[in-house]
T-cell receptor, first 111, second 113 residues
Framework: SQKIEQNSEALNIQEGKTATLTCNYTNYSPAYLQWYRQDPGRGPVFLLLIRENEKEKRKERLKVTFDTTLKQSLFHITASQPADSATYLC??????????FGSGTRLLVRP | NAGVTQTPKFQVLKTGQSMTLQCAQDMNHNSMYWYRQDPGMGLRLIYYSASEGTTDKGEVPNGYNVSRLNKREFSLRLESAAPSQTSVYFCASITLDRGLGYTFGSGTRLTVV
């Protein structure tokens, strides 16, 4: 069956450092990979999308890489700030535009 | 503000009771989705509607029904609630000609006792 793995342990980093979150998947060939941010008690908020034929995508302090051979995406937040503290969700989108989500990784940025 | 509106925000049901969760979007999106989110399990798709007039099952449809009332509204019904349906429910929408990122509502926290 399809499986998406994100590190269940929280990532704890110092303000100003780069946060790197990992998303691995198996038994799936996604057309797109997306990253969402979720704050406690709120719905997920879309951040970035990367297509299967793209290696890297950037948006302001965010960078996503996508390696379809390794079946892995890395999500980077550079110059991290306490306001970046949240849970980050990886999601795979198939050709029918349905999303399958990972369980998320919680990021804590210390001042 | 434009977006996805869910009602109610909180609900407590007794086992066997029924209820309908409401979802409306004002972005003229074509496709709408219902997910549930449980601790440690991520978001799981219950039902979706690719366009007005169509609905399809997702990963976990048992115990639920849906209605795509019109282009704006997509409701989720629990006919006979069970404690296993205790969860946070999210509605989302998307339209393909404006990018592929989902817009989510703020969720309904449902407890079945």
């Amino acid at each position: 069956s399809q499986k998406i793995e994100q590190n269940s342990e929280a990532l704890n980093i110092q303000e100003g450092k780069t946060a790197t979150l990992t998303c691995n998947y198996t038994n799936y060939s996604p057309a797109y990979l997306q990253w969402y941010r979720q704050d406690p008690g709120r719905g997920p908020v879309f951040l970035l999308l990367i297509r299967e034929n793209e290696k890297e995508k950037r948006k302001e302090r965010l960078k996503v890489t996508f390696d379809t051979t390794l079946k892995q995406s890395l999500f980077h937040i550079t110059a991290s700030q306490p306001a970046d503290s949240a849970t980050y969700l990886c999601a795979l989108m198939d050709s029918s535009y349905k999303l399958i989500f990972g369980s998320g990784t919680r990021l804590l940025v210390r001042p | 503000n434009a977006g996805v509106t869910q009602t109610p925000k909180f609900q407590v049901l007794k086992t066997g009771q029924s209820m309908t969760l409401q979802c409306a979007q004002d972005m003229n999106h074509n496709s709408m989705y219902w997910y549930r989110q449980d601790p440690g399990m991520g978001l799981r798709l219950i039902y979706y509607s690719a366009s007005e007039g169509t609905t399809d099952k997702g990963e976990v449809p048992n115990g639920y029904n849906v209605s795509r009332l019109n282009k704006r509204e997509f409701s989720l019904r629990l006919e006979s609630a069970a404690p296993s349906q205790t969860s946070v429910y999210f509605c989302a929408s998307i339209t393909l000609d404006r990018g592929l990122g989902y817009t989510f509502g703020s969720g309904t926290r449902l407890t079945v006792v």
